[in-house]
């Protein structure tokens, strides 16, 4: 398998760094080595007690990684490269600003505030919109967001802030008007008005949004447990639906999770709406299905149960074939996913004492295939190779489905090898 190692490098990522991918596709072919070697030694019933738990191979290209990573950081530092934390160049205009929803709770996400900032290559309009229903709610997650914007590492240089609570007017008025079309979904499910005007601010931003604003990103920040950390340029999202040569309305990326297995779900955690389609159009042809598609969401809090109802609602849109909706780059919101070891049974696998001997010492070696020195990640998409270990461990006969799905997995991406922009921090299935 060695001599596959440099057509991976190329076909799936590492061009900028060769040596990185080279280190990276070494280390995955190894893992296919001793995941195949295991899989044959519990097919044959043998020993386990040899060749498949030596570990010095992989000890040795954590070791390479490290010196290399070191070396790029010091050349950086040298030649003075960009860092993270650099200010940008100073933006001309403030015609290039993107605006940007952002919902956030009491419990800080100062990671993800922090990453949006940090990354970002235009002038930002914040909305920031407070999800929890307190009589003090503009000042309740205020803390946290003024300590970022004020004392954050990032320069405050091309923002622009606006507060809103759920008792504003304006967002209590949009509740008003746009109440008819979501009433049966807020009686069913959302027992809070506090949730029902939430709701209204989410599908009608237009609403309440200045009506300048032409394309909207909207960023869920009141679940930190789920991040996201924002890799990339929030900027450059907007140049999507030109990319596309779309006229949808609504733009949000799936659930790779469960793309895997054919079935589309899509996070509501990042959205990218067009205002000015949305102002061209009534709310019934915008929302007129929602209550009748959707007969109940849940939630433990307001927030919750709005991400339930925004998750339906971009499910019926895709259910229904509407135009109004298309899937935003696989880029957008990632989790790392390695089918090679994640369609494995390792709770049954680490009951062998030859696996539980090697394999917890490389999980805590491993790093995604996609990282990069620097702190680069790049979506990577495995060599058809990663069919082997799970044909001898679940079974030959699912080697043909599993090859088929090798491929059909890197046409279902389409970005092998890009720059991931926007990192989930948390799985979505069990």
Known sequence: VWPLAGEGLFRYGFKDDVVEGHLAAAWFFEEMFQLACLGHLLAIDEDRSGLCRRGHN??????MGAEHRQNRAAEASAGG???????????????????????????????????????????????????????????????????????????SEGLEVSWHGLRDTLLANTARQFGPLLKPVCRA??????????????LAPHAWIPSE??????????????????LGDICQIRDIPLQQLSQAIFFAPRHLEHARWDVTAFSPDVLLMNLTAMRGSTMTELLGGFASFIASVAGATAAEAVRAAVAAWLWV???????????????????PYEPWLYDLDWGTLLTDPGVRALWPGIFQMRAYPGVEAGGVLRLFCPPNAHVVPAALLLGLETSRQRQTYAAWWRK???????????????????
């Open 189 to 202: 499910g959302l027992e809070s008005s506090a949730a029902c005007t939430l709701l209204s601010a989410r």
């Open 317 to 335: 849109l895709h259910e229904t074939a509407s135009p109004q909706l298309e899937p935003l780059p696989a880029s957008w919101w990632f989790v």
């Open 58 to 63: 992989f000890n040795t290209l954590r070791d």
């Open 213 to 230: 604003t032409s394309m909207l990103a909207a960023l869920d920040l009141s679940f930190p447990e789920r991040g996201p950390l924002i």
């Open 81 to 155: 490269g960009l860092r993270l934390s650099t200010p940008r160049a100073r933006v001309e205009s403030a015609a290039s600003a993107l605006d940007v929803l952002l919902l956030v709770g009491l419990e800080p996400n100062v990671v993800a505030l922090k990453s949006l900032l940090r990354n970002r290559q235009c002038p930002l309009r914040l909305h920031i919109l407070s999800v929890e229903p307190l009589h003090n709610e503009t000042l309740a997650s205020d803390n946290w967001v003024r300590e970022v914007l004020m004392h954050g590492e990032s320069s």
């Open 412 to 430: 279902l991406i389409q970005q092998c090898g890009r720059h991931i922009n926007v990192l989930s921090l948390q799985w979505e299935r069990a």
